[in-house]
């Protein structure tokens, strides 16, 4: 049986994350601003790919 894959991205070592300063609020707002925006982005471009095909089926 194949090793389980990781599903994390970043390989950080536990220590690191656990000495790291937490993030300011600002940074926090800045972070989450730009997910939201990507993750609009995202539902925007299916959104026009789904009306795509249903005008092409027609």
Do not use: F, G, W
Not at 31 to 44: C, D, G, H, S
């Amino acid at each position: 049986m194949p090793p389980m894959k990781s599903n994390y991205m970043n390989t950080a070592q536990l220590k690191e994350l656990m000495t790291a300063p937490p993030m300011t609020a600002a940074r926090h707002a800045e972070v989450m601003r730009k997910r939201i925006a990507q993750r609009r982005m995202l539902e925007e471009a299916r959104e026009l790919k789904k009306a795509e095909s249903d005008y092409l089926k027609r």
